[in-house]
């Protein structure tokens, strides 16, 4: 069975940093594209970033670009996202999916909610 | 970047009853073009691919299609599990992938 547990969201001033964490387990992580999808509170999904099965491609959201980073580690079967600058409308729930090429999301974690505020 | 607008907002429906939820691109999308079902504190789930292909699982009373740039989820005979909100997602301008608002759908 598939798994994606994610972890380190939490309270954080404006400007503020977080990196967000994912564990896969129940399939061969380092062959499948991954992502990060975000809800913010009362409104709908967005997508945030895409990393490819071995690193070599990565991107993200315009609105993110230069503030948050994404990156794994396939020995340890984990997904990360750095977040930096965070800024208000960044809260949401973060959602750790594998996806099908970077396309479409296939299987989801239960999220973490990143809450930005002072 | 292309916009997915969803339609209705909310559906109500009875048990038993059917309706389609629609979503339309901005531009063309091919059919490359993906719905998820998300209830309350749950995460998304995938239900269909590529426009009209179900995911693992997924109950045949799900169906999708397409026209053009007119998407469509059918929910064919509503269930009680199925209360929840459907989005929709381009994954045709890769990768700038975008999702519709969303529709509710409820029990009357």
């Known amino acids: 069975e598939v798994q994606l547990v994610e972890s380190g969201g939490g309270l954080v001033q404006p400007g503020g940093s977080l990196r967000l964490s994912c564990v896969a387990s129940?399939?061969?992580?380092?062959?499948?594209?991954m992502s990060w999808v975000r809800q913010s509170p009362g409104r709908g999904l967005e997508w945030v970033a895409n990393i490819k099965h071995d690193e070599s491609e990565t991107y993200v959201l315009d609105s993110v670009r230069g503030r948050f980073s994404v990156s794994r580690d396939n020995a340890k079967n984990s997904l990360y996202l750095q977040m930096t600058t965070l800024r208000v409308e960044d809260t949401a729930v973060y959602y750790c999916v594998r996806s099908i090429y970077g396309n479409y999301f296939e299987s989801w974690g239960q999220g973490t909610l990143v809450t930005v505020s002072s | 970047e292309i916009v997915m607008t969803q339609s209705p907002v909310t559906l109500s429906l009875s048990p038993g009853e059917g309706a389609p939820l629609s979503c339309r691109a901005s531009?063309?999308?091919?059919?490359?073009v993906a719905w998820y079902q998300k209830k309350p504190g749950q995460a998304p789930r995938l239900l269909i691919y590529?426009?009209?292909t179900r995911a693992t699982g997924v109950p045949a009373r799900f169906s999708g299609s397409r026209s053009g740039t007119q998407f469509t989820l059918v929910i064919s005979s509503l269930q009680s599990e199925d209360v929840g909100v459907y989005y929709c997602?381009?994954?045709?301008?890769?990768?700038?992938?975008?999702f519709g608002g969303g529709t509710r759908v409820d029990i009357k």
């Open positions: 531009q063309s999308v091919g059919s490359n």
């Open positions: 997602q381009q994954y045709n301008s890769w990768p700038s992938l975008t």
């Open positions: 129940g399939f061969s992580f380092s062959d499948y594209w």
């Open positions: 590529a426009s009209s």
